[in-house]
């Protein structure tokens, strides 16, 4: 006799934990940059997903198996759909042969152990061939971002920066039912109220018919069109700018890069203003004011002795602005004065390293956004396990990092910052193998 889907269920996760550590092992290097982020992160909806993992979640051995069958689950969740008001006849359409996606549940709970560096993340960010494209894109799509960036005041040359690196310019969307995806996310018990919510929305989505069930598609944590946005931001802010009479933001470009810039626009997007530059420190700056929650206008940065790289020109009209100094890698690299439009991006994905490579890709797509100064590119970033001896070391030197969890935050940054003073060196907060050793050796 065949086991029941609920027993092939359990089966599967017990081989799914018992294979967890080669897939940390053997994990590719992550498309994103390891997310550092600019200011300390609270609990929030993401407007899309290239996840970024929250301080809060558990680690991934934190597994707890579902106390139902996956049938047991669907006939409760399809009352609460109905409830929401959901039809019968869509609901039974958008789960027709739905089973839990082990694939969904291997990368909801793999944590890469490396990361690439900023300075390779930007380095593919900004390459030749998307640059070329995106300039092709601009052109092509003139009248259509003419239109858009009237609409919504956010610049052209970042919407189509934003499209290029959520999905290659729409062609890299994803190929996972997200019915199916944020099913399994919502079953197998690690994230439930979250994966929960989303599932609401994408089947409120199918009911407004912007999209059938069987086209509904996208990444594995349900992401989805060609600016990859999940089913909640969808509905707040996606909107039909071609004019067909639906929020199509997989087939239309349109409506991807018209709800892209709504949703930028209300995230604080400040017309006609930049995104920030790139300045030059004096040798004796304090780089503890490097933090997100230390904010100056320009001219006070200024007259702190911060500059502007030789050759490089500051952009019109900030001097009066609020800005953030971010070190993407510590004080060895290039340095930049951040202002309420790199905020904005960050509301989008909360990793500076992308809210960068956002920036400057759209700079680049006018020839600028050169960077002066140069990256430590002997200074490689530690690992997730490298990360997490350094949090344990600080706090058993009685520098409070907070929970070992790998992630480099706004705890770990402070008790980093207090080892730094400690030795005298430059307290700018950044991990390296150098502090790492340190801390060892005492």
Same mark, same amino acid.
């Given at each position: 006799?065949?086991?029941?889907l609920?027993?092939?269920?359990?089966l599967r996760?017990?081989m799914?934990?018992?294979?967890?550590?080669?897939?940390?092992?053997?994990?590719?290097?992550?498309?994103?940059?390891d997310?550092?982020?600019?200011?300390?992160?609270?609990?929030?909806?993401?407007?899309?997903?290239?996840?970024?993992?929250?301080?809060?979640?558990?680690?991934?051995?934190?597994?707890?198996?579902?106390?139902?069958?996956?049938e047991?689950?669907?006939?409760?969740?399809?009352?609460?759909?109905?409830?929401?008001?959901?039809?019968?006849?869509?609901?039974?359409?958008?789960?027709a042969?739905?089973?839990?996606?082990?694939?969904?549940?291997?990368?909801?709970?793999?944590?890469?152990?490396?990361?690439?560096?900023?300075?390779?993340?930007?380095?593919?960010?900004?390459?030749?061939?998307?640059?070329?494209?995106?300039?092709?894109?601009?052109?092509?799509?003139?009248?259509?971002?003419?239109?858009?960036e009237?609409?919504?005041?956010?610049?052209?040359?970042?919407?189509?920066?934003?499209?290029?690196?959520?999905?290659?310019?729409?062609?890299?969307?994803?190929?996972?039912?997200?019915?199916?995806?944020?099913a399994?996310?919502?079953?197998?018990?690690?994230?439930p109220?979250?994966?929960?919510?989303?599932?609401?929305?994408?089947?409120?989505?199918?009911?407004?018919?912007?999209?059938?069930?069987?086209?509904?598609?996208?990444?594995?944590?349900?992401?989805?069109?060609?600016t990859?946005?999940?089913?909640?931001?969808?509905?707040?802010?996606?909107?039909?700018?071609?004019?067909?009479?639906?929020?199509?933001?997989?087939?239309?470009?349109?409506?991807?890069?018209?709800?892209?810039?709504?949703?930028?626009?209300?995230?604080?997007?400040?017309?006609?203003?930049?995104?920030?530059?790139?300045?030059?420190?004096?040798p004796?700056?304090?780089?503890?004011?490097?933090?997100?929650?230390?904010?100056m206008?320009?001219? #006070?940065?200024?007259?702190?002795?911060?500059? @502007? %790289? $030789? !050759?490089? &020109?500051? =952009? /019109?009209?900030? #001097?009066?602005?609020?800005?953030?100094?971010? @070190? %993407? $890698? !510590?004080? &060895?690299? =290039? /340095?930049f004065?951040?202002?309420?439009?790199?905020?904005?991006? @960050?509301?989008?994905?909360?990793?500076?390293?992308?809210?960068?490579?956002?920036?400057?890709?759209?700079e680049?797509?006018?020839?600028?956004?050169y960077?002066?100064g140069?990256?430590?590119?002997?200074?490689?970033?530690?690992?997730?396990?490298?990360?997490?001896?350094?949090?344990?070391?600080?706090?058993?030197?009685?520098?409070?990092?907070?929970?070992?969890?790998?992630?480099?935050?706004?705890?770990?940054?402070?008790?980093?910052?207090?080892?730094?003073?400690?030795?005298?060196?430059?307290?700018?907060?950044?991990?390296?193998?150098?502090?790492l050793?340190?801390?060892?050796?005492?």
């Open positions: 006799m065949l086991p029941s609920s027993n092939r269920w359990q996760q017990l799914t934990a018992s294979s967890l550590i080669l897939l940390v092992a053997c994990a590719e290097k992550p498309t994103a940059a997310a550092v982020p600019l200011v300390p992160a609270k609990p929030a909806t993401p407007a899309l997903m290239t996840p970024v993992k929250p301080a809060a979640e558990p680690e991934a051995d934190a597994f707890i198996p579902p106390t139902q069958s996956f047991q689950w669907r006939d409760g969740f399809r009352q609460q759909a109905l409830q929401a008001g959901v039809s019968p006849a869509l609901f039974d359409r958008a789960f042969g739905i089973e839990p996606d082990m694939s969904v549940v291997k990368a909801d709970r793999s944590q890469p152990e490396f990361a690439r560096p900023v300075w390779e993340y930007l380095e593919g960010a900004m390459s030749p061939v998307r640059v070329r494209k995106g300039q092709a894109l601009l052109a092509q799509h003139a009248d259509i971002l003419g239109r858009i009237q609409r919504y005041g956010v610049d052209r040359q970042v919407l189509v920066a934003v499209w290029g690196m959520e999905s290659s310019f729409g062609q890299f969307q994803g190929d996972k039912s997200v019915i199916r995806s944020l399994t996310l919502a079953y197998e018990g690690r994230r109220d979250f994966a929960h919510s989303q599932l609401l929305a994408a089947l409120q989505i199918l009911q407004n018919g912007d999209i059938e069930p069987e086209r509904m598609l996208g990444s594995w944590a349900g992401a989805m069109g060609q990859q946005f999940i089913p909640t931001t969808y509905n707040t802010h996606a909107v039909d700018f071609d004019g067909d009479g639906r929020r199509d933001i997989w087939n239309s470009a349109a409506d991807a890069l018209a709800s892209t810039a709504h949703y930028l626009q209300s995230s604080g997007w400040q017309p006609g203003q930049s995104w920030g530059f790139e300045v030059a420190l004096p004796t700056f304090d780089f503890a004011k490097a933090d997100g929650t230390v904010r206008s320009v001219s #006070e940065w200024q007259r702190l002795g911060v500059t @502007l %790289p $030789a !050759g490089a &020109r500051m =952009p /019109a009209g900030v #001097e009066n602005l609020s800005a953030t100094l971010l @070190l %993407p $890698a !510590g004080y &060895r690299g =290039p /340095a004065l951040v202002l309420d439009n790199f905020r904005a991006i @960050l509301k989008y994905n909360n990793s500076s390293s992308y809210a960068m490579g956002v920036s400057l890709l759209g680049r797509f006018n020839g600028s956004g960077i002066y140069q990256w430590p590119r002997d200074d490689l970033p530690l690992s997730r396990s490298e990360r997490i001896e350094l949090q344990t070391l600080l706090t058993s030197n009685n520098y409070d990092a907070g929970n070992p969890d790998g992630i480099i935050g706004a705890n770990t940054r402070k008790a980093i910052r207090s080892a730094q003073q400690s030795l005298g060196w430059p307290a700018d907060g950044y991990p390296t193998h150098k502090l050793e340190s801390l060892r050796n005492r």
